[in-house]
Each structure stands twice: as C-alpha cells, then as structure tokens.
C-alpha cells in the first residue's frame, strides 16, 4: 500500500497520521483511491503468488527433490493459478479501469462511486478468505488446509469423498465473494462509460482504452454468472448432498468442464483486453502517431468479444467430444487470430513511419508485441484438435499460456505502471532502474518460458511435483528455474523504483510524455474532482488539438 | 453532478459523493456469513448483522438525497498549466515519397468480378475434376465424395464402390466447400491482381497462382484431408486449378476496372473542405 | 486560464444528452443476472430425463397456473402504480403498489406450498435425484429473486406511506419495477421449461 500513502502524503499542508490515512482509505469513495488501492492489492498478491511459483520451480529444479512435498506442491499451484487469475489479473484491470477511464472520459467519478468502493472490498475480503484457508483449512477434520484441486477444480475430485475437510470451500467461498465484486465493478464501468462522458465525447472519439475497457466490462457481466452458477451448483454438491456432479447418481462431470470453461475462456480475453488496452495508448504516444485504423481496432475487440464466447470446448478436445464439436472448437479458436491479427498489423502500422521513442512504457509494450504472437502462434497449435490431444496437460500448454499472462499482459501492465505512475504519484519513475527491471525481466522470462515449451514436446507433463532422472527433461527445468531467478531479480528493481521513486523521483508535472488524452490535462495527481470546469471534445486526441491548432484532429473526423 | 448555471466557470468547490464506510460493513458482512460455512455458525450471525446493518446505512447514505460533500477547489497556483502549443511541426508519410514503401492501387477490379469469376472458374473447375473421375474410376462422383471427406467422417472411412456412388449429403458438403472455396479464392484473386506486375496478368493468374496453390495443397493436405491425399492424381489435380485460373483470371482481367479512393486527397474522400491536398490520415513525424 | 479552459474553446454547447446511469446499470445487471439462469436452465435441460431413481417430474408436477396469472398480472399493476405515480395520483399508487406485493406474496406462497408438498408428500429433496437437484436449484434462484424483488416493493411501500417518496424518485420507482419485470419474464422461462417441456 505504499505507492497509495505516498499519494496522499501529497494532500496539501496536511501530514496526516496512519490512522487518519487509513481511515481516509476505509471510506473512501474516490474512483482514483479506489484505483490505486485495486493496484496495490494486486501487487500485493502477485508477490504472494509469484512467490509460490519461485517455490514450485526450485521443488522442479533437478529430478527427485524432495524439497517440497507432493500435497504442498498441490496446493501451491492452485493457490498460485487462482491467486494470478482472481487476485491479481481480474483486480489489477479493475484498478487500471477505475483510475484511469473517468479521468479518460473527462468525469468526476465513477457513475456509481459506492458500489465502486463496496466492489474492491468483496474482492480484498474474498481474497483475504482464499488465504485465510493456510491458517483455518487444517482446524476441521485436520483434513489439508489450503485448495488443492487445481484452479479448475475438476469434478469429481471436488466431491466430498475424493476432497473431503473445507479446502474446496474456501476456493468456492473466496472466488463466490470476488466474482460479485467483479460483477459489480463491470456494471460501473459500463454506466460510467456510457452516462458520464464529457460534452463532445462520442462514443468513436472514446480513447481505445475506454472501448476496450467496455467491452471487457461486458464480458465480465456474461463470463462471471457462469463461474458463480457452477460454484453455487458445487457448494450444494457438497452442503445439501445436491447431485449435479455426482457421477454415481446420473450427474456429468464434464458438464462442470463445460460450464467452467463457459466462464475460463472469455476470462482469458478479459485478462487480455486491458492489455491491449494500455498498448493502444502507449504505441500512439511514443510512436508520435495517432493509432492506426481505430475503427478496425474497435471492430475487432467486439469480434473478439463475441468469439471468445464460442470456442470454450478448446479446453476439453481430450474429454472425447464429437468430431463435430471437436471441428467446430477448433474451427472457432482458429477464427479468433483473425481479429488478433488485425490488432498486432494495427499496432505495427501506429508504429511504422513514426518518430518512435525508446522509453520505457514503450519497450515493454514492444516486448508485449513479439511475446504475445508468439503467445498467438503456440494458441493456434494447441487449436488443432490432434495436436492438443498430443500436449494437453504439457508443460507446453503452461509455458503458451504463461506467454499470454506474463508475456501479453504482465508486459502491458509494468508498462502501464511505468506511464501512469507520474501521473498518479507525480513524480517519474527512474530510468535506469527501469531499464534493469526490464532487461533483466525479459531475459528471465525468456529462460524460464521458452525452455518450457521443450519437455512439453518430451512428454512431461504439468502439476506434477517431481521426475525421474533420464528423460531429457532435467537440463530444461534447470534453465526454467534459473530464469525464475533473474525475473524475481528484476520485479525487485520494480518495488524499489516504485518506493525510492514516489519520494526522490524527477518531478513529472502535468502531461511528461506529450500525450493526448484528457488525464494528462490535469494535474499530477489529480485533485479529487479531477477537473475544476469539466472539459469538452472535439476529437479522439483534445490534447493534441490545442498543441497542434494549425492541424487539429477534428478535421479529419 | 454539480448543477452550476455558466458550466465554463470555475467554482470554489465543488460537490463530490460522501465518503461512507457502509460499503465496505456491507462486503465484510457478506464475506463472514459465508466464511461461517466453513468455520462456525456464530460467525455467519455476526455476518448476518453486520450486512443488515450495512445495508440499512448505505441505504441512508443515498435516501432521500444521495450525500454529498463540497470539495474546495484548490488555489490557481496548484492547478493544471495551460497546455503549450507545440513547437514540433507535423510531417506526413505520402504515397511516393522516397523510403515509403506503400503500394496503392489507383484502380481495382469490382470484388463482384472476383466472385463472379470464382464462381465460373469452380465450374470450370468441377468440370475437369469430373472428367478425371469418369476417366479414371468411371464415376462423376469419386472427385466430389473425396473432396466432402474433408468434414464427413463417413466418407474419410469409405472404399472405392461406396465412393462411386451418389451420396446426397456428400454431394451437398462437397457443393458447399467448394463454392465457398472458389467464391474466396476468387475474390483474392480479383485483389491480387492489380497488385502484381501488371503486363503479366494472364501469366500470374492461370499458371502460377494455380501451381503455388497446388504446392501449398500438397504440402498441407496430409493434414486437412487424408482420405483425398491418398487417393489424388497430381496431375489432374493441377490441371484443374490451371482450368481454374484461366477461367476466372480471364473473367477478372476483362471486367471493368474501379477506381479506388486510395489516391484522393483524405478532404474529397471525406466530402470536405479542408486546405491543401492531404493524402493519409496516419503519419506526422 | 487552466488547461480546461483551453479544452472547452472554441466549441459550441450544443445539445449533451446521455443515458441515465440507473437504466444503464440496471441493464446490465439483468443481462447478468440472464447469464446467470440461462446455466442453471442449461442444466436443468441437460439433466431431463436422466434421474436414476423416482420420482419424476412427470409424476408429481402439478401446473401452477394460479400462481402464474398473479405474478403476470402483477408485471400489469406495476405498471398501473407508475402511471399513477406519474399523474401524482398518490392514493392509487399505493394501492396499485399494494396490490402488486399481494400478488407476488400469492406467488411466493404457493410456490411455499408446492415445496411443501413435494417434500413431505412425496418425498423429493434436493439430494433425492437429479430432478430434484436441478429443480429446487432453478425454482429456488428464480424465488430467491422473487423475494428480493417483494423487498424491494416493501420498501418502498413502507417509505410512501410515510410520505418520503417524491417526483424525484420516480425513476428509481421505474428501477424496482423494471426489476420486477424482469422476475416475471424469467418465471415464464422457468414455467416452459420445468412445468410444460420437462413434463
């Protein structure tokens, strides 16, 4: 929470004490607090998590270690995939959302500022429930402590007999509790986004960011019932002896599947979307070139929208569907780089002829450009039903969908920190620091998961805790490991510039990139009305059409 | 939210929501009653009360007015600056400007050509291929079930007499695939082709598009279709897209040339008055 | 002059209407909340016919048509309670109001009285079979948002008679009430679903 205190030591002549912060932070229900505190909460928990993942490799590093225990190891990676997709993607999105899109549609707050703060605290308590589990889960029956069924919690190993004590609860309970706050979150989103723009603020002169922040909003309000219908079907498996995914009474553990990946696939794109989202206003600006084919852009994520929805089954080729349904998934997964495609051409388009500058928001969202086709392409290999019927449950599936999340969006998201953090905290974020973290980031990254992808080949497959020696796998999980080192090196070099930079950091005043949207129009921070006379639009860039009177945007649009 | 008369003038505060504690009485609420399914009932009571009591004081936060406070405006000297005028001059990237490498078709083909031409061009096509099935294996249908192999896996399974014969569903799968295919190998085509040396059109369009195509069917349709792989006569196979190519590259090639907005200035395309000859939107250095 | 002076230049204050930002957010939480029954009648489809034990949905489904025309009729007396809420007609607001709760409390009730039935009599609970698992889910969550919407109603009833509600309410009137409406439209899911096809 350190980057939020900062904040408001800045609050003027005041030096309030702890209590008094803290309380100011219990009550609050500015959109930009709420934010900041998303943000660090998130960040909290990615170290959290990221942590048992460092904890999980070093259990990998040579074959037959007996570091960690196989019923240990279990519950680290469900706790590390709920934690990463509930806690740390889904809140971090939520936090980028509500700092920056009031400020981006020229409003004061959010359309509903109370259900704002009530959303962050269902999912700070939910997450704080997840983790509750280490202490309490044991108390009862003395039967494991922690969730170990795998984020996915595939039935039947979720049924009282093969899960018995309160472990799945937990993971049912807290999940139950963060998806209302993400609920809640989109439904505000999708009323700020729509009722509070500013005068002359058309829904095709919205920042590309606030598009696809509303089309991830729309997402969440389709993608989270299914995930909170099934959870609820499940708590009642294991409460009232209900028999939805009871086997022995009739009931289909694949519906479970179904119904889980109904909400799991469309909640990768709603991972993604921000990513894309803080691209689309990183590469205009350091490429000095407004976005290209914003239209297309905007196009595109509504196909993605609506696809996303359509190949869910693509995580269940090995269940043995019908070749039908087999062809149709794979059909439709495929159909999903169309618009992928459109987007990466669109950005390399913004980029081409442009006076590019190299800082750092703009070289992680480079790294975001080459990781996340690569991300793209090892996707569409795993789309062709045979070939996934060959990997699934690999080591190459985690080390494609690692690309995605660490790649794709953990990418933007470090860049987003690195552009906005001026604005938020009012100071810059120091360059060479930056440049370590970067660096190094990207070369553990790449040790750690382009290695991943080989014992996939080799045959070894994910979640298991240990190998045996002699079959090829031993140098690959050497290297994996190594890179987890110089990655846990770099994010290091983020906490210290996030913490030496928000009090000895260069001043950043109010717009130090020369950007062009509405929140570097006012001060950095923001006051907490955001803007003393509410601005008007007349293009997709006002910024840029006052520095630029003699060519302003309006004319072409 | 704030309901001042001259919307332009800055005010000395302004109203802002309350700040409430009641949200987050109500999550908590919410978070212990059912965190008592797991620990104990008492602690679901204690959820229980804390979220009426949440409730009932969010409630009175917003009823019968929504609370607000006014937050005063901070002093001129902490504001935002005026933004600068740029000193920085735009540059734009245009057509035929040395080191941009942008080709633009002044004039198209009409993408109905394409169609049109696809679709003449399959036929021309189907026809060779049924030609080959009556030579070879004195059936018309052998090409059009091997070709619906590609989505039924009946006839992937088949053998040569059921082949042979007439299967409606494998004919209509065929059909479908087929006029699908042509339709939008056509329409690359009527794309592609004012995009290629142009003298040479005849050339590109009947024999080495075909045989490029060809090659990548080659190479991919192990995959795609083993039951045809198996069975095709590379020969014939190439002597019908070569029938393709000539039909529909000639269709193409003869139908009436479009032109295209790509070379107007961005203000005639727009249906606009703006000052000087302005070619792409994308572009200042 | 301040940035925002800069930004507003120079354009004309012409005609800024958005939606309101209740409708919006209603909206989408009934598109949400569509999400959510369309699983659980997902599965209640997918599980038809496929108990392994009695007793079955055929044996012990009685069509509540009664119940029915009072929570259909009462989407009609919401209606009639805004309009005359609209015309300041206050009386007949309450009582179109009042009236609205008796109807879906007649629902509620009867839907009371089925269970009741159904467990004492015939044995059927939520762990007897899959039928039962899957209908009191469905029913249930369809009469859990029955219930929350008659609080609603309460509600506001209880403040009008005490004079708290005024004009300036009448759009979060036509909240509760959209909200209402969207209970009934899902009943009639419900009903074609459990009560005529899955018999």
């Known amino acids: ?557 | 939210m704030t309901s001042d008369q001259n919307e332009d003038h800055i005010p000395d505060a302004i109203e802002m929501p309350a700040p409430t504690y009641w949200p987050m009485i109500l999550a908590f609420g919410i978070t212990l009653l059912v965190a008592g399914l797991v620990t104990q009932v008492a602690v679901s009571v204690v959820g229980l009360l804390l979220l009426l009591l949440g409730a009932v004081g969010w409630f009175k936060e917003i009823f019968p007015m929504e609370k607000h406070e006014l937050v005063p405006v901070l002093p001129e000297s902490q504001r935002a600056q005026p933004i600068k005028v740029s000193s920085r001059s735009v540059a734009r990237l245009q057509a035929g400007v040395a080191s941009h490498r942008v080709r633009i078709p002044a004039q198209i083909h009409p993408y109905s050509s394409g169609i049109k031409g696809g679709l003449v061009g399959g036929i021309a096509m189907a026809l060779v291929a049924c030609l080959y099935g009556f030579i070879a294996h004195d059936s018309i249908w052998y090409p059009i079930n091997l070709l619906a192999a590609v989505a039924l896996p009946s006839m992937a399974m088949a053998d040569l007499t059921q082949l042979k014969a007439f299967d409606g569903t494998s004919f209509i799968i065929a059909l479908i695939c087929h006029a699908a295919f042509s339709c939008l190998v056509g329409l690359l085509f009527a794309i592609l082709l004012p995009m290629l040396p142009s003298r040479r059109a005849a050339f590109w369009g009947s024999f080495l598009s075909p045989i490029l195509w060809s090659a990548l069917v080659w190479a991919t349709l192990g995959l795609i279709n083993p039951t045809l792989n198996a069975r095709i006569n590379w020969i014939w196979f190439v002597a019908s897209q070569i029938a393709f190519g000539m039909v529909t590259g000639y269709i193409i090639h003869h139908s009436k040339m479009v032109e295209t907005m790509q070379t107007w200035p961005l203000a005639a395309r727009a249906g606009l008055e703006a000052r000087g000859v302005m070619y792409e939107k994308g572009g200042e250095k | ?199």
């Open chain 1, 1 to 557: 929470m350190a980057v939020q205190e900062v904040a408001l030591a800045r609050a003027p002549e005041m030096h309030p004490s702890i209590i008094t912060r803290l309380h100011e932070l219990v009550v609050t229900v500015d959109h930009k607090k709420l934010g900041l505190m998303y943000i660090a909460a998130a960040l909290f928990f990615f170290t959290v998590a990221g942590s048992m993942a460092a904890l999980m490799r070093l259990q990998l590093v040579v074959p037959n270690n007996d570091f960690i225990s196989p019923q240990v190891f279990n519950r680290l990676f469900t706790m590390h995939g709920t934690a990463m997709v509930f806690l740390v993607g889904m809140p971090i999105l939520a936090g980028l959302a509500n700092y920056l899109v009031p400020l981006m549609i020229g409003a004061r707050d959010m359309a509903l500022p109370r259900l704002n703060a009530f959303g962050f605290w269902m999912f700070f308590f939910g997450g704080l429930l997840l983790y509750f589990s280490y202490l309490a889960g044991a108390g009862l029956s003395g039967m494991g402590s922690a969730p170990d069924v795998g984020w996915f919690a595939y039935s039947p190993l979720t049924a009282r007999a093969f899960s018995p004590g309160m472990s799945t609860d937990y993971w049912i309970l807290a999940i139950l509790l963060g998806g209302i706050g993400s609920i809640v979150t989109a439904i505000n989103l999708i009323a700020t986004i729509f009722c509070m723009r500013c005068k002359g603020m058309t829904l095709m002169r919205m920042p590309m960011f606030v598009w696809l922040m509303l089309i991830v909003a729309g997402m969440i309000l389709l993608a989270m019932p299914p995930l909170s219908a099934a959870q609820i079907m499940l708590l009642l498996d294991r409460f009232l002896g209900a028999m939805f995914f009871d086997t022995q009474a009739g009931g289909s553990a694949v519906l479970w599947q179904h119904f889980f990946w109904i909400f799991g696939h469309p909640e990768v794109y709603i991972l993604i979307m921000p990513a894309f989202a803080v691209a689309s206003e990183i590469i205009p600006v350091f490429s000095r070139k407004p976005i290209f084919g914003y239209p297309f852009m905007v196009a595109a994520a509504i196909m993605i929208g609506f696809i996303s929805f359509g190949v869910w089954a693509h995580h269940m080729f090995t269940v043995g569907m019908s070749s039908i349904g087999n062809t149709f998934f794979a059909v439709t997964t495929m159909l999903v780089g169309v618009p992928t495609g459109i987007k990466i051409f669109n950005w390399l388009g913004t980029m081409y002829g442009g006076k590019i500058r190299f800082e750092l928001p703009m070289l992680f969202c480079i790294g975001f450009l080459f990781q996340f086709l690569i991300a793209g392409l090892t996707g569409i290999m795993l789309a062709a039903a045979p070939f996934d019927w060959q990997l699934s449950d690999s080591t190459f599936v985690v080390a494609h969908f690692h690309f995605v999340l660490i790649g794709g969006l953990l990418y933007t998201i470090f860049a987003a920190i690195y552009y906005w953090y001026p604005k938020a905290i009012g100071r810059m974020l120091n360059k060479k620091l930056g440049l370590w973290h970067f660096w190094l980031f990207t070369i553990g990254f790449h040790l750690t998961f382009d290695t991943m992808h080989i014992p996939g080949f080799l045959g070894m497959p994910r979640r298991i805790y240990t190998y045996d020696a002699g079959r090829g796998w031993e140098v690959f999980n050497m290297i994996s490991t190594i890179g987890v080192a110089l990655q846990a090196a770099a994010v290091l070099c983020l906490v210290i510039n996030l913490l030496w930079s928000a009090r000895k950091g260069e001043k950043a005043g109010d717009d130090p990139w020369d950007a062009w949207t509405l929140e570097w129009a006012t001060t950095s921070p923001p006051p907490a009305y955001n803007f003393e006379v509410l601005p008007k639009v007349r293009s997709r860039r006002p910024l840029w059409d006052i520095k630029h009177p003699e060519d302003p945007d309006w004319r072409y649009e």
């Open chain 3, 1 to 199: 002059m301040t940035s925002a002076d800069a930004l507003s230049r120079g354009i004309e204050s012409a005609e800024w209407k958005l939606p309101s930002r209740r409708k919006a957010a209603l909206l989408a939480l009934i598109l949400t909340e569509t999400a959510l029954f369309s699983i659980f009648v997902a599965a209640y489809v997918f599980y038809l016919g496929k108990s392994l034990t009695g007793p079955y949905p055929k044996d012990v489904l009685e069509l509540p048509i009664i119940a029915t025309i009072c929570l259909l009729s009462s989407s009609l007396t919401i209606v009639f309670a805004e309009r005359a809420f609209e015309q300041e007609k206050y009386s007949a607001f309450k009582l179109w109001w009042f009236i609205t709760i008796v109807l879906g409390l007649i629902f509620i009730a009867s839907t009371a009285r089925e269970w009741y039935r159904l467990i004492t009599k015939q044995g059927l609970t939520i762990s007897t079979n899959l039928f039962g698992t899957t209908f009191y889910s469905l029913v249930g969550l369809h009469a859990s948002h029955v219930i929350v919407g008659l609080t609603l109603l309460v509600l506001v009833l209880s403040l009008s008679l005490r004079g708290y509600v005024k004009q300036r309410h009448a759009e979060h009137l036509k909240m509760v009430s959209w909200y209402w409406h969207f209970v009934d439209a899902v009943w009639v899911v419900v009903l074609t679903v459990v009560y005529i096809i899955g018999r």
